[in-house]
């Protein structure tokens, strides 16, 4: 039997290195900061947040959240009438539970159905397709919270809420999981050390958020005289390269350089205790991030949110206040509902387990649509055009709002500390009147090592 060799070793080969730790503290995630109420105060101070009433919205904003929120007079009476000829054909292609779905919702919002619908239309009828989705999505919600295991958020998700957007959804971009980059901290606050870990995230991922139809806005640019590219070209917006990071809310750049505009950001939470609170501020990152977006390019437009947590949703609306080349002021104000006093709910609430409020939800959701391939588009429009005449016609420099680069805690405390510790020096020196004695060098003495072995007497012949 062949022996095998022992390995060796080499004992002369050094150590391993250790890592050694990064002196700068690691950068908090958006969902740590929305987590604890210090650290989102720390953060949306420097954004310039502030939480407003709903009645706080300037008049110019104010009509457009109210066709947002409007969601009465929408679907036909005909629809709960059985003595109309369409409730005659619902019943021979829908199910009893589904006329059920329609007739209970009718019993408790009658003002959302209106004889002034046609049923017959072409739209009405897509819309009544639509519509199924969400009586299936209510009937899975049902299902989910009678059984007797914990819910999951992507349970809800999958089952519920993505079913209502889906079907909500026509007309403008709908993008799930898209990374935002967070604005550049207000120029006027200084970063401390404390600051530093919490004003260094970079980036929040919303859960969904609808986006302005791209090929509605392409026109601005596609072309070489488009508004895009003359802004590039502009000594006054920086590099081209920097404006156009600048054009886009998104961390990752459209395979074209683009405008894009968000008009809406969804955010999904666990069913906990705390689930709205942090839904809602970790919603305002993302939603601050596009209103401080439409700002540099002077686009004057509210930017609506949606919260979804254990089947129940709320709403709120995000605007900007302030100069064009200012960083502005970012208002937040919850949706306390059209018919509730403001000075009691904080938050209008649907429950989509109840059929009018699910329903109220999907027409929700199509508002929200609409304005962002409607009239958002038209806010866009004016707003670059005006962007351009004050960097082009006017020579007003381009305020950048996006975040680039490395943040780095402010120096002037250490620079402080430097100088008094100089100053101390310098005073310790010109107090001292005696002069130190010198320190006297004493020979080094070496002792001889005697050999382990002794000589040899051993010569040769």
């Not at 002034?116 to 999505?137: I, N, Q």
């Not at 020196?429 to 010198?438: D, L, M, N």
Request: proline share 7%.
């Amino acid at each position: 039997m062949a022996r095998t060799s022992k390995p060796v070793y080499d004992t002369d080969s050094p150590p391993k290195k250790r890592a050694v730790k990064s002196a700068t503290p690691r950068a908090l995630s958006a969902s740590e900061i929305a987590r604890n109420p210090s650290h989102f105060e720390t953060w949306s101070s420097f954004q310039g947040c502030e939480i407003a009433a709903y009645s706080d919205l300037p008049d110019v904003l104010s009509q457009t959240a109210v066709d947002v929120f409007d969601t009465f007079a929408r679907l036909p009476r005909a629809w709960v009438d059985a003595t109309s000829a369409q409730y005659g054909s619902m019943q021979s292609t829908c199910s009893s539970e589904c006329l059920n779905f329609f007739g209970a919702a009718y019993e408790a919002c009658p003002d959302m159905f209106s004889d002034d619908v046609d049923p017959s239309t072409a739209s009405s009828l897509r819309l009544f397709d639509d519509l199924r989705c969400v009586f299936v999505a209510h009937e899975r919600l049902l299902k989910l919270q009678s059984s007797e295991g914990a819910v999951s958020e992507a349970s809800m998700v999958a089952n519920v809420y993505e079913v209502i957007r889906s079907s909500a959804v026509s007309t403008s971009s709908y993008r799930a999981k898209c990374p935002v980059t967070l604005a550049q901290p207000m120029e006027r606050l200084t970063i401390t050390p404390d600051s530093l870990r919490i004003l260094s995230a970079a980036t929040v991922i919303p859960d969904a958020a609808l986006f302005v139809p791209a090929l509605s806005i392409r026109d601005l640019s596609h072309s070489t005289t488009s508004a895009l590219k003359t802004l590039k070209r502009s000594p006054r917006t920086g590099k081209p390269a920097a404006f156009s990071g600048q054009a886009t809310p998104c961390t990752q750049l459209p395979a074209l350089p683009a405008f894009e505009f968000i008009a809406s950001v969804w955010e999904d939470k666990k069913p906990t205790q705390t689930a709205v609170e942090d839904a809602y501020r970790q919603n305002r990152m993302s939603t601050t991030a596009a209103v401080r977006h439409l700002h540099a390019m002077h686009v004057h437009a509210p930017v609506f949110g949606l919260l979804w947590a254990d089947g129940t949703v709320r709403a709120h609306v995000d605007w900007a206040t302030g100069d064009w080349d200012a960083s502005p002021t970012v208002q937040s104000a919850p949706y306390p509902g059209a018919q509730l006093s403001q000075g009691v709910h904080l938050f209008q609430e649907w429950k989509l387990k109840n059929p009018a409020d699910a329903l109220a939800v999907f027409l929700l959701v199509r508002n929200i649509d609409a304005y962002a391939s409607g009239a958002l588009v038209q806010r866009v429009r004016a707003g670059v055009q005006d962007l351009v005449e004050s960097v082009i016609d006017q020579s007003i420099p381009f305020h950048p709002w996006k975040r680039v680069g490395k943040l780095v805690a402010s120096q002037r405390k250490v620079l402080g500390n430097i100088n008094a510790v100089e100053s101390a020096k310098e005073n310790t020196t010109e107090q001292s009147s005696v002069e130190p004695e010198p320190v006297k060098r004493t020979k080094r003495t070496t002792t001889r090592r005697r050999r382990s072995t002794p000589r040899s007497s051993y010569s040769p012949a």
